[in-house]
Nanobody
Framework: QVLLLESGGGSVQAGGSLRLSCTASGFTSSRPKFMAWFRQAPGKKREGVAELFDLTNHTNYVDSVKGRFTISQQNAENTVTVYLQMNSLTPEDTAMYYC??????????????????WGQGTQVTVSS
């Protein structure tokens, strides 16, 4: 069982920046193969925002955040911390942001069903 603990959410004005952090722990033999950030706004489906493949550091982003958000990862002996740097935020970025981890190969990029481990979420609110 992988435990994911998120932090870094908050309120910011449009054009501002936030950095989300998520620390994964509880894995034994190997690190998660994929780490990702998803978000869900009220009344909307959960959406994949950014994804990182541990082996190559290859990343995927949803089109709406390309050029504004950056996902990165820092590995320690028994933990992995994944970051989401969010710049040029707009009110459309307002949502609950969730960290996710997959110990398996992800076939469909940024699909929530590919991920079996989830954090509790951290709220991001962007005001105009």
């Amino acid at each position: 069982q992988v435990l994911l603990l998120e932090s870094g959410g908050g309120s910011v004005q449009a054009g501002g920046s936030l950095r989300l952090s998520c620390t994964a722990s509880g894995f034994t033999s190997s690190r998660p193969k994929f780490m990702a950030w998803f978000r869900q706004a009220p009344g909307k489906k959960r959406e994949g925002v950014a994804e990182l493949f541990d082996l190559t550091n290859h990343t995927n982003y949803v089109d709406s955040v390309k050029g504004r958000f950056t996902i990165s990862q820092q590995n320690a002996e028994n933990t992995v911390t994944v970051y989401l740097q969010m710049n040029s935020l707009t009110p459309e970025d307002t949502a609950m942001y969730y960290c996710a981890a997959s110990m398996n190969w992800v076939v469909r990029a940024l699909w929530s069903s590919e991920y079996e481990n989830w954090g509790q979420g951290t709220q991001v609110t962007v005001s105009s």
